[in-house]
């Protein structure tokens, strides 16, 4: 089993920069990849960005590529999204995820998922 919990959402305006942070316990083996989704209200959830845990290769959405950056803190079993210059578009609930794979350019086959955080950008 995995647990996932996400922190550091808020409230910011078009413009700011805020990070979120999700951490991670249970098997690390249930771990090898690590992503973000978003779901904005009245959408379907939609992937953000993803990384490979071992090496940390990442992917990310044609929306956020330039703006977000996804890291992780090994020992600590933390994964982080730093997202810049947030547009009102930005706003969403935002999912941490994992799964045993290493493959990121299946973005379907997550398992674990944390409760999310929620991310308002204000135009």
């Known amino acids: 089993q995995v647990q996932l919990v996400e922190s550091g959402g808020g409230l910011v305006q078009t413009g700011d920069s805020l990070k979120l942070s999700c951490a991670a316990s249970?098997?690390?083996?249930?771990?090898?990849?690590m992503a973000w989704f978003r779901q904005a209200p009245g959408k379907e959830r939609e992937f953000v960005a993803a990384?490979?845990?071992?090496?940390?290769?990442?992917e990310y959405a044609n929306s956020v590529r330039g703006r977000f950056a996804i890291t992780r803190e090994i020992y600590g079993n933390t994964l982080f999204l730093q997202m810049n210059t947030l547009k009102p578009d930005d706003t969403a609930v935002y999912y941490c995820?994992?799964?045993?794979?290493?493959?990121?350019?299946?973005?379907?086959?997550?398992?674990?998922w944390g409760q999310g955080t929620q991310v308002t950008v204000s135009s």
């Open positions: 995820a994992a799964k045993e794979s290493m493959v990121l350019v299946d973005t379907t086959d997550y398992l674990y």
């Open positions: 249970g098997r690390a083996s249930s771990r090898s990849a």
């Open positions: 990384i490979r845990w071992r090496d940390g290769t990442t």
